[in-house]
């Protein structure tokens, strides 16, 4: 039995075990692994899987290069230390099934190959084992597989995880809530057609058990700026599509909307309506389904439908303005939809689309708006309507996942797991607030990654004994003070510039920068900028140099986007809207409240200081995605776009900080077993301490002081060079191992099988003997019976059938049927048959005409309609000519044809005076005069009711076939024949005389039209014709050897022809 093993799709090696064998295996595994290390002998073609590895660590060039090799192999995952590196393929590589969970599944972090899966069940089982929550950080641009990755963690969670008690209710509704939440709050961009326009942080509790028992959401900065614009290209959220495409036909009409998105502003802006890749219909049957998964009665949802289709209802109301150039609304029916679909008075909803109220001196004022700011207003309120209804979706699904059994005391000792799918670091060609936002969240993240992994190294470093070496890197906490220090950050100066009294601008919220912070190092206006560096800073932009980059944003529209207003009556009108969920989106307690809300950027602020406190409650843990190509295409590794997105991530200084000390750390036992086979001493097994065993293993293999450290229970190594060099010599040594066990397992193997063989071979024959012994007496004894009662029938063979010769006459008629059946007739003309016994001679006649008439009626069945016709006429010629004629053998191998003139050949004229008469047969004759008996061409025709004689282009002769008397031939080979007519008929001028080079073919065809079959003659010596009135003609025939046809002495037409027969 050969060493089989077999590469699987994630590069994991294993070792093919016998499918009908037992064999003791690792949890949830179907091979034995070979660990991770294993892969390093082929890192010429595949790169490492662990990018601390790396031997030139600093060179992004490397870095770039380890990740293209590893692509080209579909080996999308790479490890740096614990952080995991996803490249998305942009197609199904087949590496997420049932099978590869059970893979990874409580199998040590470093044994298996890079995967999503690894980080999700050391995460798991750190969760289980050491009772500390954990967070799963995933991070990287737009279109680079966060949202996938997110789903296939809860996937692995789902499927991996014990059941709780209660059933999988919480299961479902985690996996449930990810499309929800998808359609509402998620949109084709330019760079992703799934695109999550928020950040979200899902919490999932597990209780001593392992099971998942609740859950809880936190969203971050929706871009509810899409709702009201989108890009070209781009798409508003999923929820408006998918509703107009996959909603039944009486909810869209309740709601007052139609199926085509064109009807929508809020929808054509992005002029992409369609998308190839997205299935709006089945889409949203997987959210209405999932809707009822978490919760949302048959009530919710139409409230919530309402909400939505409330949002395009309004991108629909158009103001024109009046006299006073003040905006009205015009269209009436999309104001009566509102005001049915959120629940308030159309008057009260018209007056707070087109004026302000203002409030001054405690008097409240209305102040009405022109066409742009009714707009505003308009834009304000569905931005305001949607967000709010997302924050509400988001309480609502937080209020599925609550576990149920707070009381319980399983509850008290949950465990939680967070997943964090945030929005990467965004360089656009122009950036606005909502990517300065999103920048300085990932600015804060990244500051706290660093610390995290300075930190959970120094540890290890610390519980090993092995002396911490500060580690020089970038903190980047100068640009997080720059973005939120209290009274002298960006965002403090942006709220000054929001609430002071006065014309504030975007642009003086610039100049007020540039006046507070312009010594700062990392920030850079037109203004500040020197002459060089202006050309590329328009005045109206500054410029902030994150530790990804320099990114330049433009302020317009900060102030706007950052103080997000709505104007007060429009407040109250939702604050009295008779929907549910609006009633509980605006709270009445806004309208008595003084106090000047939170201004965006604070509230995201705050937001992100409290998230940031969360993470560091929970032992990390981080996957960092990547796009590989702007296309979305399968097998494209651009390189520029990826050494931008390893900056941006963090990927080169986070490498920098895991090499910054050793670069290979593993435990003596892992150490050891893996490499004891490289020492005399520790091979084949160790008897002491493994932490001797690999003193006594290093000294051995040469290593240098410099080059490793011994903690307490993990040996530590500086240099990629020195692990690569001792996997070298492992791989060479394997060589030899793997030769020696082969022949000793061969030899075993193959000396039991002998044994089992030859035991079985010596069972196998004294039975066989047996059993042939046995077979041979029975079958001896079987033909002595059959041979007696043979010669006894043969005996009374003559005599009526009796017991003692009834086997003997069976077996003459078996034999005699059988006999039969080899030797019947093959076809019609076959007239064989077996002779019969006497007793079945009768049964061989019937069987006979059976046989007979089955090959007939085959025959007949196999004949087509063409043949079936030509069988006719051969049939009628062989009953009229057959034996009588000297050349009718001559034409029976040649087949009639329909005709032998084509329509060309005839003249038009005659086709026209013929008229509507087809032409059943046409060929050409010769026609002898009646008096000189002078040949002349001609062409005869047949049609359904005459014989038409044909000169060129003239009808010359047509004789009805009731005028047809008779049609008279000889016997000879010639081809004369004689068509007779009636003397009483004046329009004949006699009997005709042709001659035809098919003259069988014709009589036949002509006396089967005229049905005068039994009016052909055929005479023997001479014809008598009638050549005129009063005057007969005779043709004489008489044998010769050849053909000679003339006029004799006697006036008589004197043919002469051979005679081909002999009768």
Same mark, same amino acid.
């Given at each position: 039995?050969?060493?089989?093993?077999?590469?699987?799709?994630?590069?994991?090696?294993?070792?093919?075990?016998?499918?009908?064998?037992?064999?003791?295996?690792?949890?949830?595994?179907?091979?034995?692994?070979?660990?991770?290390?294993?892969?390093?002998?082929?890192?010429?073609?595949?790169?490492?899987?662990?990018?601390?590895?790396?031997?030139?660590?600093?060179?992004?060039?490397?870095?770039?290069?380890?990740?293209?090799?590893?692509?080209?192999?579909?080996?999308?995952?790479?490890?740096?230390?614990?952080?995991?590196?996803?490249?998305?393929?942009?197609?199904?590589?087949?590496?997420?099934?049932?099978?590869?969970?059970?893979?990874?599944?409580?199998?040590?972090?470093?044994?298996?190959?890079?995967?999503?899966?690894?980080?999700?069940?050391?995460?798991?089982?750190?969760?289980?084992?050491?009772?500390?929550?954990?967070?799963?950080?995933?991070?990287?641009?737009?279109?680079?597989?966060?949202?996938?990755?997110?789903?296939?963690?809860?996937?692995?969670?789902?499927?991996?995880?014990?059941?709780?008690?209660?059933?999988?209710?919480?299961?479902?509704?985690?996996?449930?809530?990810?499309?929800?939440?998808?359609?509402?709050?998620?949109?084709?961009?330019?760079?992703?057609?799934?695109?999550?326009?928020?950040?979200?942080?899902?919490?999932?509790?597990?209780?001593?058990?392992?099971?998942?028992?609740?859950?809880?959401?936190?969203?971050?900065?929706?871009?509810?700026?899409?709702?009201?614009?989108?890009?070209?290209?781009?798409?508003?959220?999923?929820?408006?599509?998918?509703?107009?495409?996959?909603?039944?036909?009486?909810?869209?009409?309740?709601?007052?909307?139609?199926?085509?998105?064109?009807?929508?502003?809020?929808?054509?802006?992005?002029?992409?309506?369609?998308?190839?890749?997205?299935?709006?219909?089945?889409?949203?049957?997987?959210?209405?389904?999932?809707?009822?998964?978490?919760?949302?009665?048959?009530?919710?949802?139409?409230?919530?439908?309402?909400?939505?289709?409330?949002?395009?209802?309004?991108?629909?109301?158009?103001?024109?303005?009046?006299?006073?150039?003040?905006?009205?609304?015009?269209?009436?029916?999309?104001?009566?939809?509102?005001?049915?679909?959120?629940?308030?008075?159309?008057?009260?909803?018209?007056?707070?689309?087109?004026?302000?109220?203002?409030?001054?001196?405690?008097?409240?004022?209305?102040?009405?708006?022109?066409?742009?700011?009714?707009?505003?207003?308009?834009?304000?309120?569905?931005?305001?309507?949607?967000?709010?209804?997302?924050?509400?979706?988001?309480?609502?699904?937080?209020?599925?996942?609550?576990?149920?059994?707070?009381?319980?005391?399983?509850?008290?000792?949950?465990?939680?797991?967070?997943?964090?799918?945030?929005?990467?670091?965004?360089?656009?060609?122009?950036?606005?607030?909502?990517?300065?936002?999103?920048?300085?969240?990932?600015?804060?993240?990244?500051?706290?990654?660093?610390?995290?992994?300075?930190?959970?190294?120094?540890?290890?470093?610390?519980?090993?004994?092995?002396?911490?070496?500060?580690?020089?890197?970038?903190?980047?906490?100068?640009?997080?003070?720059?973005?939120?220090?209290?009274?002298?950050?960006?965002?403090?100066?942006?709220?000054?510039?929001?609430?002071?009294?006065?014309?504030?601008?975007?642009?003086?919220?610039?100049?007020?920068?540039?006046?507070?912070?312009?010594?700062?190092?990392?920030?850079?206006?037109?203004?500040?900028?020197?002459?060089?560096?202006?050309?590329?800073?328009?005045?109206?932009?500054?410029?902030?140099?994150?530790?990804?980059?320099?990114?330049?944003?433009?302020?317009?529209?900060?102030?706007?986007?950052?103080?997000?207003?709505?104007?007060?009556?429009?407040?109250?009108?939702?604050?009295?809207?008779?929907?549910?969920?609006?009633?509980?989106?605006?709270?009445?307690?806004?309208?008595?409240?003084?106090?000047?809300?939170?201004?965006?950027?604070?509230?995201?602020?705050?937001?992100?200081?409290?998230?940031?406190?969360?993470?560091?409650?929970?032992?990390?843990?981080?996957?960092?995605?990547?796009?590989?190509?702007?296309?979305?295409?399968?097998?494209?590794?651009?390189?520029?776009?990826?050494?931008?997105?390893?900056?941006?991530?963090?990927?080169?200084?986070? +490498? @920098? /900080?895991? &090499?910054?000390?050793?670069?290979?750390?593993?435990?003596?036992?892992?150490? #050891?077993? *893996?490499? !004891?086979?490289?020492?005399?001493?520790?091979?084949?097994?160790?008897?002491?301490?493994?932490?001797?065993?690999?003193?006594?293993?290093?000294?051995?293999?040469?290593?240098?002081?410099?080059?490793?450290?011994?903690?307490?229970?993990?040996?530590?190594?500086?240099?990629?060079?020195?692990?690569?060099?001792?996997?070298?010599?492992?791989?060479?040594?394997?060589?030899?191992?793997?030769?020696?066990?082969?022949?000793?397992?061969?030899?075993?193997?193959?000396?039991?099988?002998? +044994? @089992? /063989?030859? &035991?079985?071979?010596?069972?196998?024959?004294?039975?066989?003997?047996?059993? #042939?012994? *046995?077979? !041979?007496?029975?079958?001896?004894?079987?033909?002595?019976?059959?041979?007696?009662?043979?010669?006894?029938?043969?005996?009374?063979?003559?005599?009526?059938?009796?017991?003692?010769?009834?086997?003997?006459?069976?077996?003459?008629?078996?034999?005699?049927?059988?006999?039969?059946?080899?030797?019947?007739?093959?076809?019609?003309?076959?007239?064989?048959?077996?002779?019969?016994?006497?007793?079945?001679?009768?049964?061989?006649?019937?069987?006979?005409?059976?046989?007979?008439?089955?090959?007939?009626?085959?025959?007949?069945?196999?004949?087509?309609?063409?043949?079936?016709?030509?069988?006719?006429?051969?049939?009628?010629?062989?009953?009229?000519?057959?034996?009588?004629?000297?050349?009718?053998?001559?034409?029976?191998?040649?087949?009639?044809?329909?005709?032998?003139?084509?329509?060309?050949?005839?003249?038009?004229?005659?086709?026209?005076?013929?008229?509507?008469?087809?032409?059943?047969?046409?060929?050409?004759?010769?026609?002898?005069?009646?008096?000189?008996?002078?040949?002349?061409?001609?062409?005869?025709?047949?049609?359904?009711?005459?014989?038409?004689?044909?000169?060129?282009?003239?009808?010359?002769?047509?004789?009805?076939?009731?005028?047809?008397?008779?049609?008279?031939?000889?016997?000879?080979?010639?081809?004369?024949?004689?068509?007779?007519?009636?003397?009483?008929?004046?329009?004949?001028?006699?009997?005709?005389?042709?001659?035809?080079?098919?003259?069988?073919?014709?009589?036949?065809?002509?006396?089967?039209?005229?049905?005068?079959?039994?009016?052909?003659?055929?005479?023997?010596?001479?014809?008598?014709?009638?050549?005129?009135?009063?005057?007969?003609?005779?043709?004489?025939?008489?044998?010769?050897?050849?053909?000679?046809?003339?006029?004799?002495?006697?006036?008589?037409?004197?043919?002469?022809?051979?005679?081909?027969?002999?009768?």
């Amino acid at each position: 039995m050969a060493l089989q093993v077999e590469l699987i799709p994630t590069g994991e090696i294993i070792r093919v075990v016998h499918p009908h064998r037992p064999c003791k295996l690792a949890l949830g595994s179907d091979g034995v692994r070979v660990t991770m290390e294993s892969a390093l002998t082929a890192r010429d073609r595949v790169g490492v899987q662990d990018f601390v590895l790396l031997e030139n660590f600093t060179s992004e060039a490397a870095f770039i290069e380890n990740l293209r090799r590893r692509f080209r192999e579909n080996l999308i995952y790479t490890y740096i230390g614990p952080v995991l590196v996803s490249v998305n393929p942009y197609r199904d590589l087949q590496i997420y099934s049932r099978q590869h969970m059970e893979r990874y599944r409580g199998v040590s972090f470093y044994e298996v190959p890079p995967h999503l899966f690894a980080v999700a069940d050391t995460v798991y089982r750190a969760l289980r084992t050491e009772r500390r929550d954990q967070a799963v950080m995933i991070s990287g641009e737009s279109g680079a597989g966060k949202t996938e990755a997110t789903k296939r963690l809860l996937q692995f969670y789902a499927e991996t995880c014990p059941a709780p008690e209660r059933g999988g209710a919480v299961r479902d509704r985690l996996l449930q809530s990810n499309p929800v939440l998808e359609a509402f709050g998620n949109a084709k961009t330019l760079r992703n057609d799934n695109s999550s326009r928020f950040g979200k942080y899902m919490d999932v509790q597990f209780d001593f058990k392992g099971a998942p028992v609740g859950g809880h959401i936190l969203s971050y900065l929706l871009e509810k700026s899409r709702v009201v614009h989108q890009n070209h290209g781009e798409r508003n959220f999923h929820v408006f599509y998918q509703l107009l495409e996959g909603g039944e036909e009486e909810t869209l009409r309740r709601l007052g909307l139609e199926r085509n998105p064109q009807s929508y502003l809020y929808l054509v802006k992005g002029q992409c309506a369609k998308v190839s890749s997205i299935n709006d219909k089945s889409d949203w049957k997987v959210v209405r389904k999932a809707l009822t998964v978490i919760d949302f009665t048959e009530d919710e949802v139409e409230d919530l439908l309402s909400i939505v289709a409330s949002v395009l209802h309004l991108g629909n109301i158009h103001f024109a303005a009046d006299e006073e150039s003040n905006a009205q609304v015009t269209t009436e029916n999309q104001l009566k939809y509102l005001t049915r679909l959120l629940g308030v008075e159309g008057s009260m909803l018209r007056e707070a689309l087109t004026h302000r109220k203002i409030i001054a001196k405690g008097e409240e004022l209305l102040s009405p708006l022109n066409l742009e700011q009714a707009a505003y207003a308009r834009d304000a309120l569905a931005k305001a309507v949607y967000s709010r209804t997302f924050t509400w979706l988001v309480g609502k699904i937080n209020r599925s996942l609550a576990s149920k059994d707070a009381e319980s005391p399983s509850w008290r000792s949950t465990t939680v797991l967070g997943l964090l799918d945030i929005y990467g670091f965004e360089v656009f060609q122009h950036n606005s607030f909502e990517q300065f936002c999103i920048n300085y969240c990932n600015e804060k993240l990244q500051q706290l990654f660093i610390e995290l992994t300075l930190k959970s190294e120094q540890e290890e470093y610390e519980a090993e004994g092995i002396a911490w070496e500060p580690v020089q890197y970038f903190n980047n906490k100068i640009i997080c003070d720059l973005v939120e220090e209290k009274f002298k950050g960006i965002i403090s100066i942006l709220d000054e510039e929001c609430l002071r009294p006065g014309e504030a601008t975007d642009l003086t919220f610039l100049e007020k920068l540039e006046d507070t912070i312009k010594h700062h190092p990392h920030f850079l206006t037109h203004k500040l900028a020197d002459q060089r560096t202006r050309k590329s800073l328009d005045r109206g932009e500054f410029r902030l140099l994150h530790y990804a980059g320099e990114v330049t944003y433009n302020v317009t529209g900060f102030l706007d986007k950052n103080n997000d207003l709505l104007f007060r009556n429009l407040k109250e009108t939702m604050c009295s809207s008779q929907n549910p969920i609006m009633g509980q989106c605006f709270d009445r307690s806004e309208l008595s409240d003084k106090k000047r809300p939170e201004t965006v950027a604070t509230q995201f602020k705050m937001s992100l200081l409290q998230l940031v406190e969360i993470l560091k409650s929970k032992e990390p843990a981080y996957i960092r995605c990547i796009k590989p190509n702007d296309a979305k295409q399968p097998g494209r590794f651009d390189e520029v776009l990826i050494r931008h997105q390893v900056k941006y991530l963090g990927l080169m200084e986070n +490498l @920098r /900080v895991r &090499r910054a000390g050793f670069a290979y750390h593993r435990k003596y036992e892992a150490f #050891l077993q *893996r490499y !004891k086979s490289l020492c005399p001493e520790t091979w084949p097994t160790w008897a002491g301490r493994p932490q001797d065993g690999v003193a006594v293993l290093v000294r051995h293999l040469g290593y240098k002081p410099e080059e490793y450290k011994m903690g307490r229970t993990k040996i530590f190594i500086r240099f990629p060079k020195t692990l690569f060099a001792t996997e070298d010599a492992l791989e060479v040594r394997r060589q030899s191992l793997a030769t020696k066990i082969q022949a000793v397992w061969r030899g075993f193997h193959w000396r039991q099988k002998f +044994l @089992r /063989v030859k &035991r079985s071979a010596i069972c196998i024959q004294s039975w066989w003997r047996g059993t #042939l012994g *046995r077979r !041979k007496a029975a079958k001896r004894k079987w033909a002595a019976q059959t041979i007696r009662r043979l010669i006894r029938g043969f005996i009374l063979r003559h005599a009526p059938r009796c017991p003692e010769n009834a086997f003997f006459l069976d077996h003459v008629r078996t034999s005699f049927l059988l006999n039969l059946r080899r030797q019947l007739p093959r076809n019609i003309l076959d007239t064989s048959w077996p002779t019969p016994p006497p007793a079945l001679r009768e049964a061989s006649e019937l069987l006979r005409e059976l046989c007979l008439k089955n090959m007939v009626w085959k025959y007949c069945r196999s004949i087509s309609p063409e043949w079936k016709q030509q069988l006719q006429q051969k049939a009628v010629a062989s009953e009229i000519f057959k034996g009588k004629k000297d050349n009718y053998p001559q034409s029976v191998p040649r087949l009639f044809i329909s005709t032998r003139l084509g329509a060309d050949d005839i003249s038009p004229k005659v086709l026209q005076a013929l008229g509507s008469e087809p032409i059943q047969y046409a060929v050409p004759v010769v026609k002898y005069d009646r008096k000189g008996y002078k040949p002349r061409s001609r062409q005869l025709l047949l049609t359904p009711s005459a014989v038409v004689i044909v000169e060129d282009a003239k009808v010359k002769q047509r004789i009805d076939y009731a005028n047809l008397t008779g049609i008279s031939v000889s016997s000879l080979s010639d081809s004369l024949f004689v068509l007779h007519v009636q003397r009483e008929d004046n329009k004949q001028k006699g009997d005709v005389v042709l001659q035809s080079d098919h003259v069988i073919e014709t009589l036949t065809k002509t006396a089967l039209s005229a049905d005068r079959v039994n009016n052909i003659n055929i005479n023997q010596g001479s014809i008598t014709f009638a050549g005129g009135p009063g005057r007969d003609g005779i043709i004489d025939f008489t044998p010769g050897s050849e053909l000679l046809i003339t006029k004799a002495k006697n006036g008589h037409l004197a043919v002469v022809a051979p005679r081909l027969n002999s009768r």
